[in-house]
């Protein structure tokens, strides 16, 4: 049985990406002395036209935290909280006022065991916004709230009302983990405000079938398809299942499709052993295919 589930303005000039501690930086330029930008809490942009930076003024700096870079030609700046702030950034080559509204991005995450040492990272965008990743911090604790392990997961891409998925892997031999007691949180969001982004799932054609299946592995082809007219980027999730609906293995592809273009993918699950007495492994029943694509277009 097989289960298949279909799933900031037009003033900003340049783009290119950065990193800056643990999350990118948008780095742009704007032509107009005035824009208004929506951002979400976990998002940093870096704005410069390329002259020094003389002063800045921030009206709410706990809402939006301002720094100068150490060159003095840019200016960094990072959603808090919600609220609004007023930034006017005076350079050697003119003014520029910033209207940043800042919201707070909505995530269900949810933390799922899928074999000895693995663990499945799930994350539903209930925003109305497109990301291309963002990056969680799990926190893995025991039974008594012993943390053992805390890291950063990146999760991509993040579209409206779907699921993205990511894998954790821990030395279960070191230490027990309770998912009840383990956290999963947003830190960091990525994407440009050089661009727009539209969901491209309906343009991802995807042809599936299971070449074999045996009591050891499931091997499965896909041949992916863009029948749109824009190039699809993102990642295709395949989450493989047991009879009672547990997932016991991820693969996850990254996908970059020019028009027509077409692709092929061979996610093969190795059913691992479950009982080392009798050598008895673990059950498949179905798989799921996640089409999480987005078209992004330079404004």
């Known amino acids: ?12 000039l340049l783009f290119f990406v950065a990193s800056v501690l643990f999350g990118p930086v948008q780095v742009f330029a704007a032509k107009a002395k005035t824009t208004n930008l929506v951002m979400y809490i976990g998002e940093a942009y870096d704005y410069t036209n390329y002259s020094e930076v003389k002063s800045i003024k921030n009206t709410k700096k706990t809402v939006v935290s301002t720094s100068k870079s150490e060159d003095g030609k840019h200016v960094i700046f990072t959603a808090k909280k919600t609220g609004k702030s007023k930034i006017t950034v005076k350079t050697a080559s003119g003014t520029m006022t910033m209207n940043i509204t800042v919201k707070k991005a909505s995530f269900t995450t949810k933390l799922t065991f899928y074999g000895k040492g693995n663990i499945l990272v799930s994350v539903k965008n209930n925003t109305k916004s497109i990301f291309e990743s963002g990056k969680f911090r799990y926190v893995l604790k025991g039974s008594d709230g012993t943390e053992y392990a805390s890291d950063l997961v990146m999760v991509n891409p993040l579209l409206p009302g779907k699921e993205s998925f990511a894998g954790i892997y821990y030395n ?22 050089s661009y727009t982004y539209k969901d491209g799932s309906k343009n991802l ?7 074999s299946a045996s009591s050891e592995e499931v091997n499965v ?23 009672s609906g547990a997932p016991i293995d991820l693969f996850s592809y990254s996908v970059w499709l020019k028009e027509k273009a077409i692709d092929t993918k061979n996610p093969v699950s190795y059913l691992r052993v479950t009982d080392y007495s009798t050598g008895a492994r673990v059950l498949f029943d179905s798989y799921k295919i996640y089409k999480n694509v987005y078209i992004g277009t330079y404004k």
């Open 1 to 12: 049985m097989k289960k298949i589930v279909r799933n900031m303005s037009a003033l900003l």
């Open 172 to 193: 279960a031999s070191a230490f027990e983990v309770d998912l009840e007691k383990s956290t999963l949180e947003m830190e960091t969001l990525d994407r440009s405000p």
């Open 205 to 211: 054609t995807v042809t599936d079938e299971v070449k």
């Open 221 to 243: 082809s896909l041949t992916l398809k863009n029948s749109g007219k824009a190039t699809l980027t993102g990642e295709v999730h395949v989450v493989f299942y047991d009879p």
